[in-house]
């Protein structure tokens, strides 16, 4: 049984302080074939909201002790597919079309009609249905991906764990940088993802113990085109596109594929670069044992400027090594898989 649902009825919140208003859409929707619910203000209604999370909630703008703006974004918080219809009256329409800005389907105005009603309702539905289809087909393709990066890394022992690694690094430069929360999702996806193209070019260059050819490095340096030829079909992967592109440039403009040099590196691509050299100097290669953090840190710091975004190196570093002294090694034994949360 989906959330919101019981047997075959579809509940609803109905959330105004105007009783012979909440009563008459209670009986109607009721009578049509949905579960409703009724609350006398906004507080009420919130609470009966965290019991049951609701898949659509008609609510008046003008409430007491929370009104209509607060509780649709409480609404949104707890469950952002939870469509949000607003009632209001011709005072108040520009209240109800901020609403729509912050999230809800759509706004009907006192005095209305029954039928008016239905049919928004009916709308509202529809709309949360093609956004869960949505979503569905969109965690499907993550874990295409995800299946993907794990084939390709098992392929080598050396590089296991490495796309997680590297998520986790680029995701501590990111809280420091103080992201919003879809830059975040969006750094977090092209860590995950930024060495996929990686899977069409062959084990005998990926796992070659010893200096690689001229020839065998340019196709090594096709992965990150191959990677956004991999995700470009996917739209919900459009903001990590630049990053899975670009996190082999150097500031400096000396890297791959473009040439980029200094802030038209994107962003993200520039924390990736630097979470992708730590992780690859501390760890075991085919052709060299790992290095310690030190070793990695020195680089970094020897590099920047030239490979890597002098202030982001700056940041990485003081990261690693606390004002108490000493390191600060990421601890990747017990560390999460970074997949949660990565939907847009």
Not at 256 to 277: H, N, W
């Amino acid at each position: 049984m989906k959330a919101g649902e019981r047997g075959s009825r579809v509940e609803i919140l109905v959330a105004d302080d105007e009783s012979s208003i909440a009563e008459s859409l209670r009986a109607f929707l009721d009578g049509i074939g949905y579960l409703v619910s009724t609350a006398a203000d906004g507080r009420e209604a919130l609470a009966i909201f965290r019991k049951r999370l609701m898949p659509l909630v008609i609510s008046d703008i003008n409430m007491p002790l929370l009104g209509g703006h607060e509780l649709l974004r409480e609404i949104k918080s707890l469950a952002p597919e939870t469509e949000v219809i607003i009632v209001t009256g011709f005072a108040t329409v520009d209240g109800a079309v901020k609403a729509i800005k912050d999230g809800a389907y759509d706004y009907i105005i006192k005095p209305f009609r029954i039928a008016t009603i239905q049919h928004t309702v009916e709308k509202a539905l529809n709309h949360r249905a093609l956004i869960l289809e949505n979503l569905r087909l969109q965690e499907n393709s993550l874990n295409v991906l995800r299946t993907m990066v794990n084939v390709l890394e098992q392929r080598d022992s050396y590089t296991a764990g490495h796309s997680r690694r590297v998520t986790e690094i680029a995701m501590a430069i990111s809280a420091r940088l103080d992201q919003s929360e879809e830059e975040a999702k969006t750094l977090r996806l092209a860590g995950m993802i930024h060495d996929v193209g990686k899977i069409g070019i062959e084990d005998t260059i990926l796992r070659k113990p010893g200096r690689l050819t001229d020839e065998e490095f340019a196709m090594i340096r096709t992965h990150p085109e191959r990677g956004v030829q991999i995700i470009e079909p996917l739209d919900f992967l459009k903001g990590a596109l630049p990053i899975v592109r670009h996190h082999h440039e150097c500031f400096d403009g000396t890297g791959y594929p473009l040439g980029l040099k200094g802030e038209a590196i994107p962003l993200g691509a520039r924390i990736v670069a630097i979470a992708d050299t730590y992780d690859a100097i501390t760890s075991s290669r085919a052709y060299r044992r790992a290095r310690g953090q030190e070793a990695a840190l020195s680089e970094i710091e020897r590099c920047s400027g030239t490979q890597f975004d002098p202030e982001l190196a700056a940041l990485f570093i003081q990261i690693c090594r606390p004002p108490g002294g000493g390191c600060a090694p990421f601890n990747f034994e017990d560390a999460e898989q970074p997949d949660a949360a990565l939907l847009p």
